[in-house]
Nanobody
């Protein structure tokens, strides 16, 4: 049974940077797509960045130019580099892997942007 584990969250001042990582353990192979989502208090979970085999990488309009998603195919890891962070980026960030028709979610990592 595979699972995902996020890391790299924390408290950062506005304008700062963080790099989130998502590592897969167990039997997760042939990953079709990887993505990062976030959920702020009182709000629905939303897509932040998404990449897949043979498709264009997508970003939420609110993070374009500031966030970059990348992956390491050997390690089966996905990353989210977040620059110029704003208070409105505060949320729990989740990674998701899509393998065939199945989605794997991580447990989430808290990102707080505050002075």
């Amino acid at each position: 049974q595979g699972r995902l584990v996020e890391s790299g969250g924390g408290l950062v001042q506005p304008g700062g940077s963080l790099r989130l990582s998502c590592a897969a353990s167990g039997s997760i192979f042939s990953i079709n797509a990887m993505g990062w989502y976030r959920q702020a208090p009182g709000k629905q979970r939303e897509l932040v960045a998404f990449m897949c085999s043979g498709c264009t990488t997508n970003y939420a309009d609110s993070v374009k130019g500031r966030f970059t998603i990348s992956r390491d195919n050997v390690k089966n890891e996905v990353y989210l580099q977040m620059n110029t962070l704003k208070p409105e980026d505060t949320a729990v960030y989740y990674c998701k892997y899509q393998v065939g028709l199945r989605d794997y979610w991580g447990q989430g990592t808290q990102v707080t942007v505050s002075s």
